[in-house]
């Protein structure tokens, strides 16, 4: 099993920055992909982005290609969405979502994660 905690959601103006951490443990980090994922008020949840197992392969959302990074740390056992020019419509609450394995690829369907966090909110105000 893998325990999941995001945190660093908040308040930010439009075309600002903030960077979500997740913090897994439970399972040895390096063995399984990560990825975000958000969902608006009243819409359903969609994928941000995903990285692999060793951080070598990223994949991320069209809608938040060029802004948004994802990056992992193996030795903290963390993730993170580096965000940046936000907007608007980039409030949502954000997920992140760890894989059961399958290290050597990123994935991109909500599907293919086994376990999740609490989630973090992300309000951006316009």
């Known amino acids: 099993h893998v325990r999941l905690v995001e945190s660093g959601g908040g308040l930010v103006q439009a075309g600002g920055s903030l960077t979500l951490s997740c913090a897994a443990s439970g399972r040895a980090f390096s063995s399984i992909s990560m990825g975000w994922f958000r969902q608006a008020p009243g819409k359903e949840r969609e994928f941000v982005a995903a990285?692999?197992?060793?951080?070598?392969?990223?994949y991320f959302a069209v809608a938040v290609k060029g802004r948004f990074t994802i990056s992992r740390d193996n030795a903290e056992n963390t993730v993170y969405l580096q965000m940046s020019r936000l907007k608007f419509e980039d409030t949502a609450v954000y997920y992140c979502a760890a894989t059961s394995g399958g290290s050597d690829k990123y994935y991109i369907t909500d599907n293919d994660y086994a376990y999740w966090g609490q989630g973090t909110r992300v309000t951006v105000s316009s």
């Open positions: 990285v692999s197992g060793a951080g070598i392969s990223s």
